[in-house]
């Protein structure tokens, strides 16, 4: 039982920073915005929550977690928002292919990411490795009480904010998408933009900010895996490809907020699941990664064959809208 346990808990922790990062990418593709600057969004809010509680904790004698905590989060949403602005400004402003901007960002983002990480490193004395443990204590406060009920406290209640954070931020977008006027302004601009700007909606302004605040979500979803996941941590290149991961878990959800929750633990699980298998060589470790990949594949060419208007990406996704050209 404990074993199952386990596996459940470290396949949530797993997920979160992909939840985090298809939330953020699903928001963004409705408005017609196709960002694969996700991974690069990720290392940006990772390493610069990091700086700021790095910063913070050794500034001050006696640093306060909380304090870590709140500079933390807003470095990171400030950076994953600048990631999407530099894309929207490649994009929208500077007409850029889409996916060309958002490779590019990835790279960027990345080494950034890196950079900063190497450059933190040398100035702590580490090698290859910077902590900020008071910090990271806050992200890692587990709910009093409720965590230590046996089995269902340890599968539900014992892990950091973040994790219940990013539920609730699916549900809510959820509801934005489906249930607000925004969020169906945002879904016109997404599927027609040309017939969205004639009703009178700012197709420029839905694109900026979706894409803006889907790359702070982005963001976050890096600070999670440093702080939360990995204690207060960088290690260079450690977030492996969860960013691509994220990217296909929202092809899985069906660029459903409310899918992407339970498909967030599935590809968690999948993802370490040939670490509960024994007797795996290198090249059948690299084949159970491949995993999720499999499965967003098999669901493509579902809904693909379905062709129900609910599973599928809006229309104008990836298609670029110039006011002049309409």
């Known amino acids: 039982m404990s074993a199952i346990i386990i ?34 969004m990720m290392y940006m809010g990772g390493i610069a929550g990091l700086a700021g509680a790095f910063v913070y904790e050794n500034a001050v004698e006696a ?40 490779l ?35 992200f890692r406060c587990k709910i009093p009480g409720l965590s230590q009920i046996p089995v269902v406290g340890e ?23 489906n249930r607000s006027r925004q969020g169906l302004n945002l879904r016109a601009v997404g599927e027609s933009p040309a017939t969205a700007d004639a009703a009178g909606i700012n197709v420029a302004r839905y694109k900026y900010l979706a894409t803006c605040i889907g790359g702070a979500i982005c963001g976050l979803g890096g600070l999670y ?42 590809f968690g699980a999948l993802y ?3 670490l509960y298998i024994p007797g795996l060589d290198r090249s059948m470790q690299e084949i159970f990664k491949m995993l999720p990949y499999l499965v967003t594949i098999l669901v493509l060419i579902l809904i693909s064959l379905r062709k129900k208007k609910e599973d599928q990406p809006p229309e104008h996704l990836g298609l670029s809208y110039f006011r002049e050209e309409r």
Do not use: C
């Open 7 to 40: 596996f459940i808990q470290k396949a949530i922790a797993q997920g979160i920073a992909m939840l985090f990062g298809a939330n953020g990418e699903i928001l963004t593709e409705k408005s017609g915005n196709l960002n694969l600057g996700v991974p690069g």
């Open 63 to 102: 640093p306060v977690p909380v304090v870590g905590l709140l500079i933390a989060l807003a470095a990171a949403l400030l950076a994953g928002a600048l990631g999407g602005l530099i894309y929207s400004l490649l994009t929208i402003s500077l007409r850029a292919n889409q996916n060309v901007a958002g």
């Open 104 to 138: 590019a960002l990835t790279t960027f983002g990345v080494g950034v990411g890196n950079f900063f990480g190497g450059s933190l490193s040398k100035l702590s004395g580490g090698v290859g490795q910077i902590s900020v443990a008071t910090t990271a204590s806050a």
């Open 155 to 177: 599968i539900l209640f014992s892990y950091g904010f973040l994790t219940y954070f990013a539920i609730l931020l699916s549900g809510f977008l959820y509801w934005f998408i």
């Open 225 to 266: 895996f440093v702080m939360e996941y990995s204690g207060g941590t960088w290690t260079n290149n450690g977030f492996g490809d969860r960013g691509w991961l994220a990217i296909a878990l929202v092809i899985f959800a069906r660029w459903n907020p409310l899918h992407a929750i339970w498909g967030s633990i599935l």
């Open 272 to 274: 370490i699941l040939y």
